[in-house]
Nanobody, 124 residues
Framework: QVQLVESGGGLVQAGGSLRLSCAASGRSFTSYVMVGWFRQAPGKEREFVAA????????YYADSVKGRFTISRDNAKNTVYLQMNSLKLEDTAVYYC????????????????WGQGTQVTVSS
């Protein structure tokens, strides 16, 4: 099975940028249909942020991040990225990477494997 490790989180001012990385080991991302990013703020449910379909690199975004976040991949490094620009206070959350064998990208219940998460804090 795959192990996922996120990195790149941190503290950033509103309007700034961060790039998160999700590195896979043990199994290639090519074994999965979707790789997604989710986030969870304190007291809130985990919510979909973005996903990429591995076969054709089609991408999907939550409305709240569309136009600000970009998901991409590096096949050679077996890594998925989330470039986050124009960050807002409400983007503060723990961000998780996940891999799925299903096509339904926005429901976290469809994802089989999860990383441990990386904290993103946006300050004013």
């Amino acid at each position: 099975q795959v192990q996922l490790v996120e990195s790149g989180g941190g503290l950033v001012q509103a309007g700034g940028s961060l790039r998160l990385s999700c590195a896979a080991s043990g199994r290639s991302f090519t074994s999965y249909v979707m790789v997604g990013w989710f986030r969870q703020a304190p007291g809130k449910e985990r919510e979909f942020v973005a996903a990429i379909r591995w076969s054709d690199t089609d991408t999907y975004y939550a409305d709240s991040v569309k136009g600000r976040f970009t998901i991409s991949r590096d096949n050679a490094k077996n890594t998925v990225y989330l470039q986050m620009n124009s960050l807002k206070l409400e983007d503060t959350a723990v961000y998780y990477c996940a891999a799925s064998t299903r096509y339904y990208y926005s429901n976290p219940a469809n994802y089989n494997y999860w990383g441990q998460g990386t904290q993103v804090t946006v300050s004013s």
